[in-house]
């Protein structure tokens, strides 16, 4: 993936139609990439496919269910800053 989105969690995130502001701390991994998701299907227009990750910050392997429910391919990558995903089209 050359071209993508860099998302930080380490801030306080909007979350859903109502724009409710959500506590970093209380989100688990999955549900940052989903924020991440929504935004960047919102500003782009096409969903993501990829998604590259520190390896520090999958402390818990992502389960079958909710690696179907994100539709990414999720890849570990020292590239990326710890509190950060990559998201983007891997083509």
């Not at 690696?67 to 083509?91: N, Y």
Request: aromatic share 8%.
């Amino acid at each position: 993936m050359k071209i993508g989105m860099m998302w930080s969690w380490t801030m306080p995130t909007e979350k859903g139609a109502k724009k409710e502001k959500v506590k970093v701390e209380t989100l688990p991994l999955a549900e940052h990439i989903k924020v991440a998701i929504e935004y960047y299907t919102e500003k782009y227009g096409r969903t993501p496919n990829a998604c590259e990750i520190n390896p520090v910050d999958i402390q818990v392997p992502f389960t079958k269910k909710e690696l179907k429910e994100l539709g990414l391919k999720i890849v570990p990558s020292g590239h990326i800053l710890k509190g950060c995903i990559w998201l983007g089209i891997d083509e």
